[in-house]
């Protein structure tokens, strides 16, 4: 029957999604975490190896966790003092999740945002991570097609996780170092415009609080704004507030549920929270995420299409008691936060004395590092260019800041807390060469870059001259007059 | 001529199945009159008369009435078609206990059935708008018409009549349908995909048939998308989740809840869980840190992130697992595998890989009825039911099928895969190999998939027959592998269905590729590997648990089938599975699918039972019901023969 020659059709037979590139692992971004699989930073095996300054993970209180899972051995199922509760888990399926996870968890929640604000058990939908919970929030939200505005510099894996199997778009909400990146009403509804503009469905804003990658903390001003906007708009707001509890100074994190429960007015319909334990308790491995939403809609659905990324019963169960641990959770808390405190404050001020300048920041596992000094030509590719130095020759993996749609060319985002202290200071040496290595080479260019500066500016000048002489003639200047403007 | 209103097809052998909306063939067998073709038991009152011929291709998609006889006309009309929905349709029935009202009901059921309105769905639906007739009359008013009255009191009477009640209706319907167009993120008009989320048109009509899922719920608050209205509604859309949910409110237990319902819906092993329990004891010591243990798990290797799509190691262990499962007749490379939390995922992962939206998969029914949610929900592919017969014990028919593909290709329908499950469920049996070649060859010749669920491939209960695994047929048989796919998973097997863990194994690396970055969104959580990790590698315990758990399961099958044939039940022939495929349509009063419907009904309310009826495992033959037994110990089927018996004997 022609099998042989029926062979090579039947992978042209695959969907769209599984044919296309929707993952985004073919940008270059990529690069860096092949250039990292390829030769790991190992202290005692492999001195020279790339070190992995491109995953937001949380290793700094690890010996914790493991610590309170040795005196808890009740917790696992399947230890000695555990396996009473064996039957009851194993074949617990139920989307709902185990009640006590759900009670704990939701304890958790509030106190990772410093006990100011109280969430509901019966709200909390589990999801495969924060990963999922982003998903599964855009296929509640939006449909294909539709649009949600995502302040820039946004986290990079948003385009795979929100987009690719709903179909859901993002369109940035461009934000600029002059205000410190912070998100501004005129942007705002600029993007909103642009968006109404090309007949987009704009269906929310999706934001990051603490911000990934800026590390900074949305302010109460800035908050009420987009509140308003949203409401006015009537259009979603998502809050991804996974780095809730890794921030520095907790008096300045302002979660979406505080001004929820101060502004009545607003339609509680239209917020939702993701969260997850991967950062704040350091469990990505886990996978468990959290949406929470006020939205009764949204919570049911969300429940249902739960059941595409459910926590193991067995990890619910140990969670249940390992959150449900009041000390702990506190203890853990704020020894994590003094840890990351601590950290940062070592890193940035290391940083610092190399002469390279972060964006002030307060939470999250990362810091945002300003290297425009050195850039060559300030560009994407300029950056890019930089970036490859920085990954091959430097051997640090850290991410461009176009990665995260940034629109000014020179930030990237480093990762700090996924590394021990003598790791951290081999990088912090690694990139003390490199600038000192750097500002020789730019003080040579400069000298270069005057005489070619020169040379085109001339030709430019020489250019314009020769080329298009009509451009000053005042009938093609005439467009601009408003006069014709206005019959149009 | 007479003319049965609604759907209607050119060869009135080929009728709609209703609960699909998809053409299926059914033969007319001499004792089944095809039951659930709806035209069958239209009451006589609801039969129109249509004096010039009407042309059945004629469509109107003119709503705006051009004067107001007509208009009158067509209101007779759409009362007409809200009837028929209340008498026919499985939706109404259901939505009726809700206190949902009529039109409503028709919209819930156009916009439940058409999640891409395929030609099909579009014919039928705008069907009951044509208004090719000039005359029509209701059959109950001819003799007004044709007698006495004369043609006053014939025709204006009844007319101003009907006109009344459509103004009830409508006043009735008015305030669930003002909301969904009040201003909302939801009801923004929406350009570039204006069926599921636009808000109803202000056409003054009080029904609208809008194929929309945006107006599914009309209660729930509008500012969600058109999933999320379609996954959130209320579970009216399928018997299977009513009851499991109704179970779990009200659960039996022998101390708590001694007249609670009994739970027979979920498939779910209970039986053996005391052999894990003893191997955890013995083996598993260290529990997560593994403790004294050489080979300690490291608190990095538990907490930190982990490849999506499961380990090596326990991508080499399921393997293995799978491996004994199938009695070493097949081994399976862990490189061709993906792990995923469950195999809900699994089967969502592979129809994502394998199927573009509104695409479509043969799937031989009755079938289980969580793929209706699992796999059509987010993907937007549809589940086409091939049906197979009681005369035939439910095996597949390849020259249905073939029907089936040309059918669907007609409606414009791109097939994409045969779904099977294997050892069927509900009706619990293995496939024969030949059924299996016959399968492959199809989809061979057609260019397209198979997908094999084969989650029950170790739980086989019957003396003498041997699981074949599609991948053993592959093996002896050269076929191009690159089309077939397995989803399996633990849950089954193992009575460890909370753990999820799911297996998508395929022979197209492309499918393996993008299957393992789909993978993210559904990852099994580490401290469940590395538990499974030494569980599933310990062959002896493994072929142990399998052999005792396959005995028990055997005991208990004879148990409960002998049980219901005393009852006077008689089960479908199964040899695998956790359930038994039970016939009960002597107890259903009308041979439909409300027969069905009521028995269900009453076995929940009455005997406190719940069993899955074969409608939401979309079964053409009414009145056969799946029976999970694994839940139960032998000391509960008393019990539950004695629930069965207040219907069995109880007046009818």
């Not at chain 2, 009575?495 to 559904?522: C, E, M, Q």
Request: charged residues 20%.
């Amino acid at each position: 029957m022609g099998y042989q020659s029926m062979r090579g059709n039947s992978s042209q037979l695959l969907s769209r999604i599984a044919a296309g590139d929707g993952h985004g692992e073919n940008s270059s971004y990529f690069d860096g975490w092949k250039a990292y699989d390829s030769n790991p930073f190992n202290p005692s095996s492999n001195l020279g190896g790339v070190i992995q300054m491109g995953l937001a993970e949380n290793l700094l209180c690890l010996d914790m966790i493991k610590d309170w899972i040795k005196e808890h051995p009740e917790a696992s199922i399947c230890t000695e003092q555990g396996l009473t509760d064996f039957e009851a888990v194993a074949n617990f399926q139920d989307y709902h999740g185990l009640p006590a996870f759900r009670q704990a968890l939701a304890k958790f929640m509030g106190k990772a945002r410093g006990g100011k604000v109280k969430f509901d058990p019966d709200r909390i939908v589990m999801s495969g991570g924060g990963t999922g919970a982003q998903e599964t929030l855009a296929f509640c939200l939006a449909n294909p097609g539709d649009a949600f505005l995502v302040p820039t510099p946004y986290y990079p894996a948003f385009d795979r996780d929100f987009c690719w199997r709903t179909g859901v778009r993002l369109l940035p909400i461009n934000c600029y170092s002059s205000d410190n990146f912070k998100l501004t009403k005129a942007e705002l509804e600029l993007a909103y415009e642009n968006a109404q503009r090309d007949n987009i469905t704009v269906k929310g804003v999706l934001m990051t609080n603490p911000s990934n990658p800026l590390g900074t903390t949305m302010d109460r001003d800035t908050f009420k704004t987009l509140l308003s906007f949203v409401n006015q708009k009537r259009i979603h707001l998502i809050c991804d507030e996974i780095f809730s509890g890794s921030v520095f100074n907790q008096s300045e994190f302002l979660s979406v549920c505080e001004l929820l429960e101060e502004e009545p007015s607003y339609d509680r319909n239209l917020f939702h929270i993701a969260y997850s334990l991967s950062k704040d308790m350091g469990l990505p491995g886990f996978r468990v995420g959290v949406i929470y939403s006020y939205n009764d809609a949204v919570v049911r659905c969300a429940r249902r299409m739960s059941s595409f990324g459910l926590v193991s019963s067995q990890t619910q169960h140990l969670l249940a008691h390992m959150l449900s641990d009041d000390d702990f959770t506190s203890e853990y808390l704020a020894e994590n936060k003094r840890r990351l405190h601590k950290r940062h404050g070592e890193f940035t001020s290391g940083l610092e004395k190399l002469g390279i300048k972060c964006l002030p920041s307060t939470a999250g596992l990362f810091v945002w590092m300003d290297l425009r000094q050195f850039l060559k030509e300030s560009t994407e590719n300029g950056e890019l260019e930089l970036w490859r130095v920085i990954i091959n020759d430097v051997k640090l993996n850290v991410s461009p800041g176009s990665s995260f749609r940034c629109t000014e060319p020179g930030w990237f985002r480093v990762c700090f807390a996924n590394m021990d202290d003598a790791t951290m200071h081999i990088a912090l040496r690694r990139i003390g060469d490199f600038a000192d290595k750097l500002k020789e080479d730019t003080t040579q260019m400069q000298n270069k870059k005057r005489f070619n500066k020169k040379l085109r500016l001339s030709f430019c000048r020489l250019n314009d001259g020769a080329i298009v002489p009509h451009l000053m003639s005042p009938h093609l200047l005439s467009p601009r007059s408003p006069l014709v403007k206005a019959s149009n | 001529m007479i003319l049965l209103d609604g759907i209607w097809h050119p060869s009135s052998k080929i009728p709609f199945d209703h609960s699909s909306l998809s053409p299926v063939i059914i033969p007319r067998g001499p004792k089944n009159p095809n039951p659930r073709a709806p035209h069958t038991i239209f009451p006589p009152a609801l039969l129109t008369i249509s004096a010039p011929s009407p042309s059945p291709n004629q469509q109107d998609n003119n709503n705006t009435p051009q004067n107001p006889k007509k208009k009158k006309k067509r209101q007779i009309r759409k009362k007409n078609i809200i009837h028929k929905t209340a008498t026919t349709n499985p939706q109404s029935a259901i939505s009726q206990i809700h206190g949902d009202s009529l039109p409503l009901t028709q919209m819930t059921r156009a916009s439940r059935d058409s999640d891409n309105s395929t030609p099909e769905h579009n014919r039928s639906s705008s069907r009951p708008k044509s208004d090719g007739p000039e005359m029509r009359i209701i059959v109950p008013l001819q003799g007004v018409v044709q007698g006495r009255g004369g043609l006053v009191l014939g025709s204006l009477l009844p007319c101003a009549l009907f006109y009344f009640l459509q103004l009830y209706l409508k006043s009735r319907n008015r305030p669930s349908q003002s909301r969904p167009s009040s201003p909302s993120p939801l009801s923004t008009p929406n350009d570039h995909n204006p069926s599921p989320s636009s808000p109803p048109s202000a056409s003054g009509s009080s029904i609208h048939r809008t194929p929309s899922r945006g107006l599914l719920s009309p209660r729930a608050h509008p500012s969600v998308s058109s999933r999320a209205a379609a996954v959130a509604r209320p579970d009216e859309d399928s018997l299977y989740y009513v009851g499991l949910k109704r179970c779990l409110e009200d659960a039996y237990h022998w101390v708590d809840n001694p007249d609670g319902i009994i739970q027979l819906g979920l498939a779910e092993n209970r039986l053996s869980q005391d052999l894990v329990l003893d191997w955890l004891e013995k083996k598993a010591h260290g529990a997560l840190l593994g403790g004294e243990r050489p080979d300690e798990l490291s608190i990095m290797g538990l907490t930190t992130y982990q490849p999506f799509d499961g380990s090596n190691n326990l991508k080499i262990a399921v393997a293995g697992f799978m491996n004994q499962v199938m009695q070493g007749s097949v081994s399976f490379d862990p490189s061709q595998i993906v792990l995923t939390c469950g195999a809900t995922p699994a089967m969502e992962i592979l129809s994502f890989c394998i199927a573009d939206p509104g695409n479509a998969f043969l799937v031989p029914s009755p079938y289980y009825p969580g793929w209706d949610r699992d796999i059509k929900w987010r993907t937007g592919v549809e589940l086409v039911p091939v049906p197979c017969r009681s005369t035939d014990n439910f095996s597949i028919s390849i020259a249905v099928l073939e029907r089936a593909y040309t059918q669907a290709k007609k409606r414009g329908l791109k097939i994409r895969a045969v779904l099977i499950a294997n050892p069927t469920n509900p009706t619990g049996h293995v496939l024969s190999r030949e059924t299996l070649i016959d399968l492959l060859d199809f989809v061979t010749e057609k260019n397209i998939h198979l997908i094999s669920d084969e989650v029950f491939a170790g739980s086989i209960h019957g003396d003498q027959s041997k699981f074949v695994s599609v991948a053993e047929v592959l093996e002896s048989e050269g076929i191009d592998k690159t089309r077939v796919h397995i989803i399996y998973g633990i849950s089954k097997d193992l009575p460890l269905a909370g753990f999820r863990v799911g297996v998508i194994h395929s022979y197209n690396d492309t499918v393996i590729v993008a299957s393992a970055k789909l993978a993210r969104f559904s990852s099994i959580s580490a401290p469940t590997q590395q538990l499974l990790i030494s569980m599933l590698s310990d062959m002896q315990f493994i072929s142990d648990y399998l052999e005792v758990n396959q005995q028990r399961l055997r005991r208990m099958h004879s148990l409960f089938v002998d049980a219901l044939k005393q009852l006077g039940i008689k089960c479908a022939n199964s040899n695998a599975g956790f359930y038994c495929w039970a016939d009960m349509s002597r107890y259903i009063k009308s041979y439909s699918e409300k027969g069905e419907r009521k028995l269900w009904e009453k076995l929940l309310t009455v005997a406190k039972v719940n069993m899955t009826p074969g409608l939401s495992c979309h079964c053409i033959e009414p009145g056969w019901f799946r029976c999970c037994f694994t839940t139960l110990t032998e000391e509960d089927i008393p019990l539950v023969v004695e629930r069965l018996k207040r219907v069995t004997q109880g007046p009818k």
